[in-house]
């Protein structure tokens, strides 16, 4: 933490380019979980569909760089990924692909040493350029899962983090340690969640409020419940078809759940007035790590 504490110090350190930055009204999601495999993915892109439905310009970013599978799940091939940007050279525009729900993706490929390949400069320009988008409302990060290099600097750059567990107790402690480090550091004061795969009612509130009171204990950060998805067989089905279930099942109990998650992130009344730019992003991480 302290090495990459140290890096993104550098990264900004008298950097005009930064403060020259025009701001674009986009709004930035991490998606983000302490355990992996809990449905950060296929949140990500039925979530993504669902507020493209409500008339939002939304991109995904996969940024589980080296494991990439964003693609997979909606079903469309990417031809380049952010390989390309590194090592071609290529700009953000021309790595992203155009989905077919109207939702448009930047793939994170699958070369597991690309993480090698993102030295300071080429971080600073993925940044720059991401926040220089100006066609897009939304941009919904999906990370890999627990806390890496690339979430972090997702999760400081994200406006609004959302957390996904299921409500095992190995994710939820996972989740929980998530939260810690998002506290320790100050990265967000606030965090939304999502329990999913959930059961039952009572247990999505019982896994809800384990966190919940845990974190109004001993933590720094306020939750917001935004949603349970409910365990649905569909899930799988829509993957195993690579059709977004939403589009595959929309009447599956997940898609609603799944729309509702999305009402209530358009109904946030922070929506317009939390608008990203590189000079919040700056500050963020001045306080952070300044
Ligand atoms: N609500 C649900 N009901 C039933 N199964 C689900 C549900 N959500 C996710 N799954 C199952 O969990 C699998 C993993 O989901 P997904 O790939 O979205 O997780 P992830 O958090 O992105 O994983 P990783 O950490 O590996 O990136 C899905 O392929 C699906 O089979
Ligand atoms: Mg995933």
Not at 11 to 27: C, G, L, P, W, Y
Not at 34 to 49: D, E, P, S, Y
Not at 62 to 79: P, W
């Amino acid at each position: 933490m302290n090495d990459q504490a140290g890096k993104l110090r550098e990264m900004i350190s008298n950097n005009d380019e930064f403060d020259k930055s025009v701001a674009h009204q986009i709004k930035i999601y991490s998606i983000i979980s302490g355990k992996g495999g809990v449905g950060k993915t296929n949140l990500t892109v039925n979530l993504a569909i669902k507020l493209q439905e409500k008339g939002k310009k939304v991109l995904i970013m996969d940024a589980d760089v080296g494991m990439s599978n964003a693609h997979l799940v909606m079903g469309i091939d990417t031809k380049k990924t952010l390989l390309d940007l590194i090592e071609n050279d290529l700009n953000l525009e021309d790595i992203i692909a155009k989905g077919p729900y109207g939702v448009d993706l930047i793939s994170g490929g699958e070369d597991l040493f690309l993480l090698e390949k993102l030295d300071k400069e080429k971080q600073k320009e993925i940044i720059q350029n991401l926040a220089n988008l100006g066609e897009y409302d939304v941009l919904l990060i999906d990370n890999g899962a627990g806390i890496n290099k690339q979430s972090l600097t997702f999760t400081i750059l994200a406006d609004d983090i959302i957390l996904i567990s299921t409500p095992e107790p190995t994710s939820i402690t996972d989740a929980y340690r998530i939260l810690k480090a998002i506290s320790m550091y100050e990265l967000k004061n606030k965090v939304k969640v999502v329990i999913n795969q959930v059961p039952d009612l009572d247990t999505g509130d019982e896994a809800l409020n384990k966190l919940l009171k845990t974190s109004e204990l001993f933590l720094n950060v306020e939750l917001e419940n935004i949603g349970y998805i409910f365990s649905d067989i569909r899930v799988n089905k829509a993957v195993m078809e690579q059709i977004p279930i939403v589009i595959r099942y929309p009447d599956a109990l997940a898609s609603s759940n799944i729309n509702q998650i999305s009402a209530a992130i358009l109904g946030d009344k922070n929506y317009t007035n939390n608008i990203s730019n590189l000079k919040q992003f700056k500050n963020r991480l001045i306080r952070l790590f300044g």
